[in-house]
């Protein structure tokens, strides 16, 4: 079954946002409030149609363009109330807003936090991310993170530092596998297999409610717009995002879901079950507080792993496989489901 958002039903979704500026906007992940050591800046673009990124960089010179780039791909630059690419041209009267942190702590800062390693060599590293842990510094969290983790083991086990490159993201409250360059090369090489849709990426979601159909497809655009919450959403005027579904257990009033992005839109695949009408369970943003079956469930974070991923090697060409097995957390809620072969549901 391929389910697609139809127009009335993006139309009818809670807060949707039809002002979207229609230029190309960029996925970013959620942030805070932002602290009291921010920086604003607000500006008024005139008729020469520079970049974006080479507006802020005149006007701001004591910022690098490494900082600026990296503020405009965190969603801290907006043109118009809305992110929106590096390379966009701007128009006359276009108003360009930028939050920056007065100095910056290195989000490479080795830190010694364990690590759950699955596989390691001179290209690359890749790891078992739990659930809470961010992947990389944001502005509101300059520690604590994946990356100052890794920066810390390469210091530790080769002596030299190594800037980790990431090449995905998970969300904090999302587990699993997750793979990191340790090379620009092996970065480029990985990169580009991610960008060309050559990586196989399975997830594993228990959610809300009985799913009808043994597999299915959705097909339903995701947008991103500062004026609503949760800022990303199903919307018409989003970008293109499909996901592939199995149904691997039904339980009570629950479905173990296998999941398959076809795309890698923010917070796809938490919006996609919602949209289909079966949350995932434990996702506070996305989920339903009132679910049938749900007061049963008491989860610290969302029932979402990502459990293989599947690419060719940067040196030798093969394809491999890493698999993560799942959390103790959602072990213990499947038992408690009633689920059965746990050991073959990865």
Known sequence: MCWTAPQTALESLPKMATNIDPRESIELSETAEPPPD??????????????????????????????????????????????????????????????????????????????????????????????????????????????????????????????????????????????????????????????????????????????????GEIDAPIGRNAETWPRWQVMSAGRPAQTRYTVRQRFAVHTLLELEPLTGRTHQLRLHCAALGHPITGDCVYGSKTEDGAEQLVCSSQLLHAYRLTFRHPSTGQEITFTAPLPAAMIEVLERLGAKDLGLAI
């Open 38 to 215: 921010l920086q604003t800046f607000e500006f008024e673009a005139g008729a020469e149609q520079e970049r974006f990124d080479e507006f802020l960089a005149q006007r701001l010179p004591q910022f690098s363009q490494t900082r600026i780039r990296r503020a405009i791909a965190e969603g801290d630059a907006l043109v118009n109330g809305v992110a929106a690419a590096k390379g966009l041209r701007l128009n006359a009267g276009d108003r360009v807003s930028l939050v920056i942190a007065a100095s910056e702590r290195s989000s490479a800062t080795p830190e010694p936090i364990a690590l759950d390693v699955l596989y390691e060599d001179t290209d690359l590293i890749v790891v078992n991310k739990p659930a809470g842990l961010l992947v990389h510094p944001s502005r509101t969290e300059k520690s604590g993170t994946l990356t100052n983790a890794l920066t810390y083991h390469f210091l530790q086990t080769s002596g030299a530092p190594i800037r980790p490159g990431l090449l995905h993201r998970l969300d904090r409250d999302t587990s699993g596998v997750v793979a990191v360059a340790k090379t620009d090369r092996a970065h480029r090489i990985i990169a580009k297999a991610f960008r060309q849709r050559r990586v196989a990426k399975r997830y594993l979601a228990l959610v809300n409610g009985l799913v009808a159909d043994n597999d």
